[in-house]
C-alpha cells in the first residue's frame, strides 16, 4: 500500500545531522521537499515506520511530525508533551463530526475528481 507521509521535523544542531535526516527521508519513496524542514513522500511505509526509520539518523533533542494523510495516521518524537495531548484529543473530532453530514463523502468526491486532473 503506498502512503501519502508529510514530514517536518526540527533539529538543534543541523550541522550536525542534517545530510543523514535528508538522506534517510528520500530513503522511504519518491519524495519532494517543500521547504527546508517540510517533505512529501509517497513511500510503502506507515507514519510510525517512516518516523522511527528518520529518528534513528537524529540527535536525542531534535523532532519528528509525520502525517500519513492516505490513512490519517500521525506519528512523532519530541514534540512538546501539550501538543502531543492536543493532538491526540483532536485528531478524529472534526472527522466524527462531519461524518454525519455526508462531508466526508464531499471530500472524498472532489479528492478523486483532482486525482484526474
Known amino acids: 500500500m503506498a502512503?501519502?507521509?508529510?514530514?517536518t521535523y526540527?533539529?538543534?544542531a543541523p550541522?550536525?545531522?542534517?545530510?543523514?535526516?535528508?538522506?534517510?527521508?528520500?530513503?522511504?519513496?519518491?519524495w519532494g521537499r517543500i521547504n527546508e524542514v517540510c517533505w512529501y513522500v509517497k513511500s510503502r511505509?506507515?507514519?510510525?515506520?517512516?518516523?522511527d526509520a528518520i529518528r534513528a539518523v537524529m540527535k536525542p533533542k531534535d523532532?519528528?511530525?509525520?502525517?500519513?494523510?492516505?490513512?490519517?495516521?500521525a506519528a512523532w518524537h519530541n514534540?512538546?508533551?501539550e501538543v502531543s495531548a492536543l493532538i491526540r484529543d483532536q485528531w478524529n473530532k472534526y472527522a466524527e463530526a462531519s461524518a454525519s453530514s455526508g462531508f466526508m463523502a464531499q471530500q472524498q468526491k472532489?479528492?478523486?475528481e483532482l486525482a484526474h486532473y
Not at 502512503?3 to 514530514?7: E, G, R, T
Not at 511505509?45 to 518516523?51: F, L
Request: no cysteine; hydrophobic share 40%.
Open 10 to 12: 526540527s533539529l538543534n
Open 15 to 30: 550541522a550536525q545531522n542534517q545530510e543523514a535526516v535528508i538522506q534517510q527521508i528520500k530513503n522511504l519513496g519518491n
Open 63 to 73: 523532532s519528528i511530525y509525520v502525517v500519513d494523510s492516505a490513512n490519517n495516521q
Open 45 to 51: 511505509h506507515t507514519a510510525r515506520q517512516a518516523a
Open 110 to 112: 472532489y479528492i478523486d
Open 3 to 7: 502512503n501519502n507521509l508529510h514530514i
Open 79 to 81: 514534540i512538546p508533551d
